[in-house]
Structures are given as C-alpha cells and as structure tokens.
C-alpha cells in the first residue's frame, strides 16, 4: 500500500494477501470474486473445511467441538504470510475473538459489517437462513449490536428448511423456490432482512427491484470491511515510516 503525494489518499497498490477459512466449497468463488473486484492487487488464499458443517448440524451446533481446527487454519493463514484473514462462515463466527488472540494478522468475521449496516437501517429486522446452526449466531449478533445501540430493534428470524441441502446437492432451482417464497414474505413484514448465509444472495434476481433493495447479504460488506482493515494497516505502516 502507498500514499498518492498529490491527493493525499491512500490506495491499494501492493501485493496483498487474503486468507479466507470456509466451511463450504460454495464460498469460495464468489468471494474470490468479490476479491478480485475490490483488491485486483489481492492474492487469495483458501482454506475450506466442508466437514464442519454437518458437525454442526449433529451436535446442535456446539463451535466447541470445531474451535481448534478452526484456529489451526487462522495459523496456518498467518504462516503462509497473510495479511488480513476473512472468516467465512457466520455459524462459526464466535470463533472469530479466539482467532484474535491467537495470531497478529486481523480476522474479520464475514456477518460483522453486515449487521452493523441492518442495526444501522431499521427497527423491524427480518433474518433469513436454511440452515439453524447459522440462524443462531446472526441473530445472537443482531441482537447484541441492537442493545448496544439502543434502537429497540425486534426480529423476524426464520429458517427454509431442506434449501441448504439441496443447493449442496446440485439443485439450484429447487433450493431457489424453496427460499424465495420465505424471503418475499420478510421482505414485505420488514424494513431490512439480513441474509444469514452467502449462498442465499443468488435468489435476489428473482424478487421485484423494490424487495431487493431491503435484503443485505455479507459478502461484499465483508470484503468492503477487509478493504478497509487493509488500508488501516497500511496507512498506519506509512505513519511509522514517516516518523523516522
């Protein structure tokens, strides 16, 4: 990262690197693309651990039982010389703070920015998941964030059973008409509705233009945050240098 002299702000212009921990293939390339967008200058690192979610959905979604393995992948991502580490997954997102601990390099959790911007937009607040493991979390952070800032804010959580598991398994369009009915009903009962997991963006393009605009989703707000938490780290870097 370097200064432009003339105007004074800062751009990401050197070689990145972005570690990001999955608990699922599906992540992997929309992030990736995200970014490419973002940080053309990013190489990314991927680290995916698909058996982690159905432990999860075994044990009743206990992170307990996943946290070291967890922290052994933010290890290796700091090994491997990363410069931020994006945590991909909401259901695991607790794990975030014991990553924070355990290496230098930031960790952003992939739900943060997302739920600061819902908190920030409404009082009435839909969460959508298809997966409860997940639910839990987000709305666990949801209702933190609201209490911190005072708003008042009530949710409207629901889970589209089975449209995980089929999306898993191929099938898009019938995880696609398993989830749109759910989210046209909160669009419409809500004043925002915070998508629980990545892979629910995709049925968007289904709903009309004016229910689109209520929905968040955390994959680009997330990559948007590591943007940011980059350009913190490399303004500060230039501040040390300036001082010598």
């Not at 972005?18 to 940080?39: F, M």
């Not at 009082?123 to 209702?143: D, K, N, S």
Request: charged share 30%.
């Amino acid at each position: 990262m370097t200064r432009d002299r003339l105007s004074g702000k800062r751009k990401i212009d050197d070689k990145v690197t972005v570690a990001v921990i999955h608990t699922s293939p599906l992540t992997v390339d929309p992030i990736k693309a995200l970014v490419a967008e973002l940080l053309p200058a990013a190489d990314v690192i991927n680290f995916v651990d698909d058996s982690i979610l159905p432990q999860l959905a075994r044990n009743g979604g206990d992170v307990s039982e996943v946290e070291q393995r967890l922290l052994s992948y933010a290890g290796f991502a700091a090994q491997v010389g990363a410069d931020v580490i994006l945590n991909a997954c909401s259901s695991v997102g607790e794990v975030v703070a014991a990553m924070r601990e355990k290496v230098s390099v930031p960790v952003v959790r992939i739900d943060d920015a997302m739920t600061d911007e819902a908190i920030r937009r409404g009082t009435r607040i839909g969460v959508a998941a298809t997966r409860q493991t997940t639910l839990a979390p987000t709305l666990a952070m949801l209702r933190r964030k609201a209490e911190a800032a005072g708003t008042g804010a009530v949710f409207d959580a629901r889970v589209a059973n089975d449209a995980f598991d089929l999306l898993a398994a191929g099938d898009r369009e019938g995880h696609d008409r398993a989830l749109a009915e759910m989210l046209d009903e909160l669009a419409a009962a809500n004043d925002i509705v915070v998508l629980a997991q990545a892979s629910m963006a995709r049925v968007l393009p289904s709903l009309t233009e004016e229910k689109r605009d209520k929905f968040l989703s955390s994959p680009r707000l997330a990559v948007e945050r590591v943007a940011r938490v980059l350009d913190d780290a490399g303004s500060r870097r230039t501040e040390e240098r300036d001082q010598w």
